[in-house]
């Protein structure tokens, strides 16, 4: 092993909520490594920053829905973090975008209402803030006539299918197929958004696409209008066939959940951050109730990482970070820590409704009020290892990404320096 | 109401009747197949995959062993296309009573069941996951079959014949004029339509629903016992070979590679309902240390799914009555007019999967009889539509294919390898909304993921196809989602678990599917599906 490196706050997880902390930490100051097993959940989510889509009853203003939502769930991380840190991260994170490396590419939207964005199978999912390559599809109100534009290149995304299940939802929508040649069967979102990125390959495309249009629709297309330009592809788009265009967010890998990737990961390497993945985190050594280091594994070296401070946004059960094993115990796989929200031993775990609430659903590392893991002082915890959410069922997977991922940093920032002898 | 006439009809789709219904088309015989739900959907499809050697039944029970032997051999010629023919080790592990191995090797000898004995050391070098501490090791010629693939060849074979099948046709009325049983009343499950089929003569070959059969025909003491086991697939192929303990047959004591997986079985215990799919947790967890002991580790791979199914065990109130012979053999051929003095209607239940051919045969012997028309049995060198050429299936063989031509096929469930043009077809042959139906045709979603890409895909190519409305086509993926779900949550752990939160994300985080306009709809209506 090499020498131990030392930083003063060590970011366990490339998802959303590890790399905002990451970067909120080095926009601050702070010396911080973010170390990964690999890229996280953002290529596998649809790129939308979610805050609270269903309460359960859908909710059309997060903004005003979350403090009675938090009310009603003590234990859910929104009520730990409070209404006002959620606007706070997600207008920060609408401003990081802008800044981004993408150049044009925003955010659209906000707190205060949810968009209704068709999903691939056609059903309307609320959003806070979106994509502005996506905003055009928002049903909330009026859409007007609306094209779904498929192509049998891609299996990920079936236009008849979703125009189908939208007009049940009373919009005016019909389907089309267009050709696209590709060298292998298997294509998807993301081999076509680089197509796409080609400017002579999209004219060509939107040549064949107008001649199957009707005037005053508009047209939608599954998430793949780009991935090194999406604001140009889009753009350009919309002015070829003189309409608005919207993607549809489809099976991963998500074109747009990698942007969201891209923007965060040039964000914390503008900032002076340093980000390492495959580096799984396969030990830590602990000093009474403090993380003093984690060892990494990784194909070159192994390594030891020392700071005072550690956010642990390395998921859940999802990622592999939380563990039910074969004899049905859990545990935290980073530092060992205590879970919470786990079912007694004689109780069950999961049931056999699939859409009823799994018992299994809400476990996370238990945390004080300050998101602080329980029985580590100096462990923050953000993001999908928090308990007490099920965010793929309430659409508040971002916003507590963002919010957690933030007060983490803000946790670090605050008490930076203070603990002695740690730093190098 | 819509009258169909045959001169045989078979009630029960399962191998069995699908072998009845086949052995009769062969012989010319006008025949109509009729199944409750769908075709080998009930115990024929809820096994681990094994084509018996006999190995298992050599000291039990000689002479299932002398049969599955020879249906082994018969059925490696016939239906080759069905089967992968990869052999099988008997191996006696620290938990075995070491002096078994001599009586099963003797036991092999005399039912002639192939059977060497090799060096642990080979065994282990081809079956390296092995528990490394085996003392004994036996090569025997067991093989994996795909049931669904044998009863759907069968199906075309009959229908190719004049035949006809009928899945998702339940039998209402079994009718019966004085001591003659005369045909029976079906209905469909997908418009409720009835259908009067009157026949010559009526097979009852609905397994561990023969008696709820014999009782609609006001014959009684046709008694099944359904006995219940758990079977329990893995995401690798732990072993090359169907692995099997040497020692009297036990729970958990075969690992079965078929396919892309695994499955390891099974346990016996009796209930009242053949219905009866519970799982309990006990029996899992006894079957994962089932698992440690042949394959260390086993407990760290995935486990897939988990499924029951109900063998038929066969006790003859009558028992005095009949030979007596009958009633310890595996399988079960009631005659009723010899038995009940009822003309008309026959009974074959019983018996396992590698013996359905002769079950079948013995049953048409049976029928011919009944029928004054006794023509020969050609089952045993027929070979079933798609196994004309004779080869075995190989693992590898879909892979081969989609390696030769990237740019060609698009496929849509990558675990098992399915491409686009095998979905279309089977949906467009089966006229089916029914994506249960498709996956036990094509092994759609039967890999590590579960469905959770290719469903999506299959349920916008069965909309687009079959011109479905939405309302149908939601139900079909929510139908799915629901069914999936009663095989993987008594086993989730681990990285099955993983795969289960990234299917979740898909269907509820990306798709939504939970606020779909049919999600509301919670009437599992059948899916409609008449084989054409």
């Known amino acids: ?424 | 109401m819509a009258t169909l006439s045959t001169e045989v009809l078979v009630i029960g789709g399962g191998a069995t009747g699908a072998g009845v219904a086949w052995d009769a088309a062969l012989r010319g015989f006008d025949v109509v197949l009729v199944d409750r739900a769908d075709l080998a959907e009930g115990t024929s499809g809820r096994f681990h995959g094994l084509l018996h050697s006999g190995g298992r039944y050599a000291v039990k029970d000689p002479r299932a062993a002398e049969e599955c032997i020879a249906e082994n051999r018969a059925l490696k010629t016939i239906s080759p296309d069905s089967i992968e023919d990869i052999g099988g080790f008997f191996v006696t592990t620290p938990f075995d009573d070491p002096a078994y191995a001599d009586v099963f090797a003797k036991g092999c000898r005399d039912t002639g069941v192939d059977c060497e004995e090799v060096d642990p050391a080979q065994a282990l070098r081809e079956e390296p996951l092995l528990n490394p501490a085996i003392s004994r090791a036996f090569r025997v010629p067991d093989a994996n079959i795909d049931v669904w693939k044998t009863v759907w060849a069968m199906a075309r074979g009959i229908q190719q014949r004049g035949g006809r099948v009928l899945p998702y046709h339940e039998v209402v009325a079994v009718h019966r004029s004085g001591d003659q049983v005369t045909g029976a009343r079906v209905r469909g499950a997908a418009t409720g339509e009835e259908i009067d089929i009157e026949a010559r003569v009526t097979v009852n070959a609905s397994g561990a629903w023969a008696g709820a059969v014999a009782d609609m025909a006001g014959i009684e003491g046709v008694r099944v016992l359904p006995g219940r086991g758990i079977m329990i697939a893995m995401n690798h192929r732990l072993v090359n070979t169907c692995v099997n303990r040497c020692q009297m047959p036990t729970d958990g004591d075969i690992i079965v590679p078929i396919r892309t997986v695994c499955v390891i079985g099974t346990t016996d215990v009796n209930t009242d309902d053949p219905d009866d799919h519970t799982v309990l947790q006990t029996e899992v967890d006894a079957m994962l240390d089932d698992g440690e002991k042949l394959v260390p580790g086993f407990r760290q791979a995935r486990a897939l799914r988990v499924w029951t199914g109900v063998r038929p065990l066969f006790e003859d109130s009558k028992a005095a009555d009949t030979d007596s012979r009958d009633v310890t053999r595996a399988h079960a051929l009631l005659d009723h007019a010899e038995r009940d003095g009822v003309q008309g209607f026959v009974t074959i239940t019983g018996g396992k999967l590698t013996t359905f051919r002769l079950m079948a045969e013995e049953t048409m012997n049976a029928v011919s009889k009944h029928l004054g028309d006794e023509r020969p049995c050609t089952t045993k060198t027929e070979p079933l539509p798609g196994s004309e050429e004779g080869a075995t299936y190989r693992l590898g063989e879909r892979l081969g294919r989609k390696e030769a031509d990237l740019a060609g096929e698009q496929l849509i469930c990558e675990c098992e390898m399915v491409p686009r043009r095998k979905l279309e077809q089977a949906i467009e042959r089966r006229a089916t909304t029914n994506l249960d139906d498709i996956r036990r045709l094509l092994r759609l979603a039967m890999g590590p993921c579960q469905g959770g890409f290719c469903i999506y895909r299959a349920t916008g190519i069965l909309h687009g196809l079959d011109g479905l409305t939405a309302e149908q086509a939601d139900e079909s993926l929510l139908h799915f989602l629901r069914e999936r779900w009663k095989g993987v949550w008594p086993i989730l752990y681990g990285d099955q678990l993983r795969q289960a939160r990234l299917d979740e994300w898909i269907f509820h985080g990306v798709l939504d599917v939970e606020h779909l306009p049919a999600a509301h709809a919670q009437a599992e209506a059948p899916a409609e599906t008449v084989a054409r």
């Open chain 1, 1 to 424: 092993m090499r020498g131990e490196l030392h930083y003063d706050a060590v970011v366990i997880g490339a998802g959303t909520a590890g790399l905002v902390a990451g970067v909120r930490l080095a926009e601050g100051g702070a010396r911080v490594c973010v170390l990964s097993k690999g890229v996280g959940s953002t290529h596998l989510a649809p790129g939308t920053i979610d805050v609270l889509g269903y309460g359960p009853g859908r909710v059309s203003s997060p903004g005003a829905a979350l403090e009675e939502f938090a009310a009603a769930h003590p234990e859910h991380p929104y009520a730990l973090l409070g209404a006002d840190a959620v606007a706070e991260a997600v207008r920060w994170f609408g401003e990081c975008v802008a800044a981004g490396p993408l150049a044009g590419y925003r955010y659209v939207g906000g707190l205060e209402h949810n968009v209704l964005l068709p999903t691939a199978v056609g059903a309307l999912r609320p959003s806070a803030l979106v994509p502005e390559t996506m905003a055009a599809g928002d049903a909330s109100s009026a859409l007007g006539h609306v094209c779904l534009v498929g192509t049998r290149a891609l299996r990920d995304f079936h236009a008849s299918l979703c125009a189908s299940n939208l007009a049940r939802a009373g919009v005016t929508a019909r389907s089309v197929e267009v050709e696209i040649e590709t060298d292998r069967a298997d294509q998807n979102a993301l081999g076509l958004s680089r197509q796409f990125d080609d400017p002579a390959w999209r004219a060509a495309f939107a040549a064949r696409l107008a001649l199957k249009l009707q005037a005053d629709e508009r047209v939608g297309l599954p998430a793949m209008l780009g991935i090194r330009d999406p604001h140009g592809v889009w753009s350009d788009l919309e002015h070829r066939l003189g309409r608005p265009v919207f993607e549809i967010p489809t099976l991963p890998p998500s074109v747009p959940g990698m942007r969201v990737y891209e923007i965060l990961r040039s964000a914390l390497r503008r900032a002076g951050g340093r980000l390492v993945l495959g580096a799984e985190v396969v030990s830590a050594e602990r000093s009474g109730s403090r993380v003093v280091s984690v060892a990494t594994r990784s194909a070159g070296h192994d390594a030891r990482y020392a700071a005072p401070w550690f956010v642990l946004a390395a998921g859940g059960f999802g990622s592999g970070a939380i563990e039910l094993d074969s004899r049905w115990a859990t545990h935290e796989r980073v530092f060992g820590l205590p879970l919470q929200g786990v079912p007694a031993v004689d109780q069950p775990r999961f049931v056999g409704d699939y859409l009823a609430e799994q018992p299994m659903a809400r476990v996370g590392v238990a945390v004080d009020s300050q998101l602080r893991a329980t029985g580590a002082e100096n462990v923050l915890v953000a993001g999908a290892a928090l308990p007490g959410a099920v965010p793929w069922r309430e659409g508040s997977g971002e916003g507590i990404a963002l919010a957690s991922g933030s007060h983490a940093a803000q946790m670090v920032l605050a008490g930076a320096g203070a603990p002695a002898g740690a730093a190098a």
